[in-house]
C-alpha cells in the first residue's frame, strides 16, 4: 500500500512536468484557470464578511424602519 502511495505521487509529478513541458498555451490555461478559480473563490469569501450588500438609500430606509418598529 506505502509503495503504491509513493508510485502514484512520482507518478502525479511527472504528469505534471510533462504537462508543463508540452508549450505555453498549457502554461496559460492552467495558470488563468487557477487564478480565476481563486478569484472567484476570494470575492465570494470577502462578500460574506461585508455584512448590508445594499445601496446607502436602502440602508437608511431599513434603519429608519428599524427605528420606528422599536420606539
Do not use: P, W, Y
Not at 512536468?17 to 492552467?30: M, R, Y
Not at 488563468?32 to 469569501?45: M, N, W
Amino acid at each position: 500500500m506505502i509503495l503504491a502511495g509513493i508510485g502514484l505521487i512520482f507518478f502525479l509529478v511527472t504528469l505534471v512536468v510533462g504537462l508543463f513541458k508540452t508549450g505555453a498555451s498549457l502554461d496559460s490555461l492552467l495558470h488563468s484557470g487557477f487564478v480565476g478559480t481563486f478569484g472567484v473563490v476570494g470575492k465570494r469569501l470577502s462578500d460574506q464578511g461585508i455584512g448590508f450588500e445594499d445601496t446607502m438609500q436602502n440602508l437608511e430606509v431599513k434603519l429608519e424602519a428599524r427605528g420606528k418598529a422599536l420606539g
